[in-house]
C-alpha cells in the first residue's frame, strides 16, 4: 500500500513540475526585456527614486578611443604665417625625440624620431615641411601629373585632401604624404610629411600608428594678408623686396599681380602687356647670391641698369617666340631673377596671324637689330622694375 501511495505522490509532483515549466515560458514571451534594462530594474528596487532615476544603461558598443598616448606639437611657417597642429605618438620602447625645426624659412621644416638604444640610431623617422603650392602645381597633384604621378587621393581620416605615395623600402613601407589645405593667394598651402623605418625595430604597425595619429590630429591654418599692405605687397621669400600695384609700360598702365612662382619657390610680381602689337608676360622669381647675377641658364648676358641698379639681360629665341632673361642687384650680395616672354607664334589660331607674328619675331632677333631689340626690353623690364621697392640697407642675412 505504501508503495502505491508513493508512485502516486511522484505522479503528482511531476505534472507540478510540467505546469509551472509552461507557465514560465508563456511569461517570458511576453515580459522578457534586455539584459541591461532587467539588471537596472531589479536593482533599482532597493534603491531610493533619486539613485534608481540617476543610473542609466546603454547596450550600444563604446566607441574607440583616440590614440591617446601623444605628445602635441604646433608648427609654424613663420614667413608665411601658416600654422599647423598635430599629435606624436608614442611608441612603447621608444623615446619620441624632436630632431631639426627650422620655422623662419620659406619651405619651414620639422622632423621627429624614434632611436633604437640598442643601435643609437633612428627606427623611425618623420619629417615635414609647411609651405604654399602654385595654382599649376596644386592642379598637377589632382591630375597626378609632374612631380606628383605616383601620388594617389586616399581618406586616412584627415580633414584635409590627402594624397599618398607609398614606397618599398630596406625595412618597410616608405610613406609620402601631401595635405592639401585651403586657399593661398592664387594656389594653396600644404603640409607634405615622409615617415620611414629605417631599422628591424622599426615595425610597419607603429609606423601605421604614427601616420594615422599625425593625419586624425592635423589642423592647418593659414593667413596670407599680411603680404599685402595698401597699395603694395611682398615677393620673394620674405627678403623685404615689395611691389607696387600699379605700373606704367611702355605708355600704359598695368596692374601687378602677387601670385605664387610655377614652381613654388618663390613669390611672384607678374604682370601682362600689349607693346607693338606683340603680347608679353612678365615675372618675377627667386632671390639669389651675387655668384647667380648673368649667368643662370648659361648663355652671355648684357650690362644695363634697371631702376638705377645694376643689371643683366640676355635675350634668345624660344619655341615660336622671344624670351628674355634678367637679374637686377638688390644689394652687395643679392639680386633678383626675372623674366619676360612674348606671345608664341606656334599658339596663334589663325595661320595668317602666326606667320606674321613669326616673321616679326625673326626680324626683332636679327643681328641688323639685336641691339635695338635689347634696347627696347631693358626698357621695358626699367619700367616695370621701377614699382620694385628694396628694403633700405639691402637685404638682411638669416
Known amino acids: 500500500m505504501k508503495k ?120 623611425i623617422s618623420a619629417s615635414y615641411n609647411v609651405r604654399i603650392l602654385s595654382a599649376k602645381h596644386a592642379e598637377a597633384i589632382v591630375n597626378k601629373d609632374l612631380d606628383y604621378k605616383n601620388y594617389e587621393k586616399v581618406d586616412i581620416g584627415s580633414a584635409y585632401d590627402t594624397y599618398e605615395w607609398v614606397e618599398d623600402g630596406s625595412y618597410g613601407k616608405r610613406i609620402n604624404i601631401i595635405f592639401v589645405g585651403g586657399d593661398y593667394l592664387d594656389g594653396k598651402y600644404i603640409l607634405e610629411a615622409q615617415f620611414i623605418p629605417q631599422l628591424e625595430s622599426g615595425k610597419q604597425e607603429d609606423v601605421d600608428l604614427i601616420v594615422d595619429t599625425f593625419a586624425k590630429s592635423l589642423k592647418l591654418e593659414a593667413d596670407d594678408s599680411g603680404l599685402k599692405s595698401g597699395d603694395t605687397f611682398q615677393i620673394g621669400t620674405g627678403e623685404g623686396i615689395t611691389c607696387k600695384n600699379k605700373a606704367t609700360v611702355a605708355g600704359k598702365d598695368v596692374d601687378m599681380e602677387q601670385k605664387i612662382y610655377m614652381n613654388c619657390n618663390s613669390i611672384s610680381a607678374q604682370t ?7 603680347g608679353y608676360d612678365f615675372y618675377t622669381y627667386t632671390v639669389d647670391g ?57 599658339s596663334e589660331g589663325e595661320l595668317g596671324d602666326a606667320v606674321k607674328l613669326g616673321e616679326k619675331i625673326a626680324d626683332m632677333l636679327s643681328e641688323d637689330n639685336k641691339e635695338a631689340t635689347q634696347e627696347l626690353f631693358v626698357g621695358y623690364i626699367n619700367d616695370i622694375a621701377a614699382s620694385l621697392i628694396f628694403p633700405e640697407g639691402g637685404i638682411a642675412e638669416n
Open 4 to 123: 502505491y501511495a508513493a508512485l502516486a505522490l511522484a505522479l503528482v509532483m511531476g505534472l507540478g513540475m510540467v505546469a509551472c515549466g509552461d507557465t514560465g515560458s508563456s511569461d517570458t514571451k511576453d515580459t522578457t526585456t534586455k539584459a541591461g534594462d532587467t539588471t537596472t530594474a531589479a536593482s533599482n528596487e532597493d534603491k531610493p527614486d533619486d539613485a534608481a532615476a540617476d543610473e542609466t544603461t546603454t547596450t550600444e558598443a563604446p566607441a574607440e578611443p583616440l590614440n591617446e598616448n601623444v605628445v602635441h606639437k604646433e608648427f609654424k611657417n613663420t614667413v608665411l604665417n601658416i600654422t599647423a597642429n598635430f599629435d606624436v605618438a608614442n611608441i612603447e620602447g621608444f623615446e619620441t625625440t624632436e630632431a631639426t625645426q627650422t620655422e623662419d624659412a620659406y619651405r619651414a621644416s620639422g622632423s621627429f624620431t624614434y632611436p633604437d638604444p640598442e643601435y643609437y640610431a633612428a627606427a
Open 272 to 278: 601682362s602687356f600689349v607693346a607693338d602689337g606683340i
Open 290 to 346: 651675387m655668384d647667380h647675377f648673368g649667368v643662370t641658364g648659361g648663355g652671355e648676358y648684357a650690362d644695363c641698369t634697371f631702376a638705377g641698379k645694376p643689371g643683366k639681360i640676355k635675350i634668345s629665341s624660344g619655341v615660336g617666340n622671344i624670351t628674355v632673361d634678367a637679374d637686377i642687384q638688390v644689394d652687395d650680395n643679392h639680386c633678383l631673377h626675372m623674366s619676360l616672354d612674348s606671345d608664341s607664334a606656334l
